[in-house]
């Protein structure tokens, strides 16, 4: 079963501190992996996203860090600020298959302290 | 630019009953797909219709459907309503297809009661 593993399931960050959300995943045919931001009562937004032929990409503050050997990648913000508190989802993709539909981790709610 | 536009926004449904959401994508967008989101299960793919054809289905019973017209809006039914079915229901249009980058409309929150 195709699955994409996330944690933590919820995270505190000091304002200023920098966030880390983990995420594993086991087809290695996914090739496409982006996060998204969801605040309450809205649909997720894509935030940022890698494909395996790199190793991290930085937008801003939001940067994905790459294993492909692992089969990690890892979501990290930067001076995090109260208004990132959401509830962030990694996902992944068969990009260039024929079942190319998002497969979503469980999400990670972040909050962080003024 | 408008982005994706779902309707109703909440709906409160009676165990039974069947009930249709709608999704306008974006314009241009040929792609829309159907996610079910829950705290328990979190985001689950539905289904992807591209140019009114179902491309790709996920492992949901089939009293969920759906359909998409010529202009590129979709709708999706679910039918003999049972109280797992409450969920937020968010559609996601692409451009070319599911191997392109999805923008998600902001839901349908479905109460089953």
């Known amino acids: 079963q195709q699955q994409v593993k996330q944690s933590p399931q919820s995270l505190i960050v000091q304002k200023g501190g920098i966030s880390i959300i983990n995420c594993a995943y086991e087809?290695?045919?996914?090739?496409?992996f982006p996060w998204y931001q969801q605040f309450p009562g809205k649909g997720p937004a894509l935030l940022i996203a890698?494909?395996?032929?790199?190793s991290e990409k930085k937008e801003g503050r939001f940067t994905i860090s790459f294993n492909k050997s692992a089969k990690q990648f890892s979501l990290h913000i930067m001076d995090s600020q109260p208004g990132d508190s959401a509830t962030y989802f990694c996902?992944?993709?068969?990009?260039?298959?024929?079942?190319?539909?998002?497969?979503f981790g469980k999400g990670t709610k972040l909050s962080v302290k003024p | 630019k408008a982005g994706v536009t779902q309707t109703p926004r909440y709906l409160i449904k009676t165990r039974g009953q069947q009930v249709t959401l709608s999704c306008s994508p974006i314009?241009?967008?040929?792609?829309v797909s159907w996610y079910q989101q829950t705290p328990g299960q979190g985001l689950q793919f539905l289904f992807e219709?591209?140019?009114?054809?179902?491309?790709n289905k996920g492992n949901f019973p089939g009293r969920f459907s759906g359909r998409q017209f010529s202009n590129s809006r979709s709708e999706m039914n679910v039918s003999t309503l049972e109280l797992g079915d409450s969920a937020l229901y968010l559609c996601a249009s692409a451009q070319q297809g599911m191997h392109t980058e999805a923008f998600f409309g902001q839901g349908t929150r479905l109460t089953v009661v």
């Open positions: 996902a992944a993709q068969n990009y260039g298959g024929s079942q190319g539909n998002l497969i």
């Open positions: 087809n290695t045919a996914f090739d496409y």
């Open positions: 219709y591209f140019s009114e054809t179902q491309r």
């Open positions: 890698i494909r395996p032929d790199v």
């Open positions: 314009s241009g967008h040929r792609s």
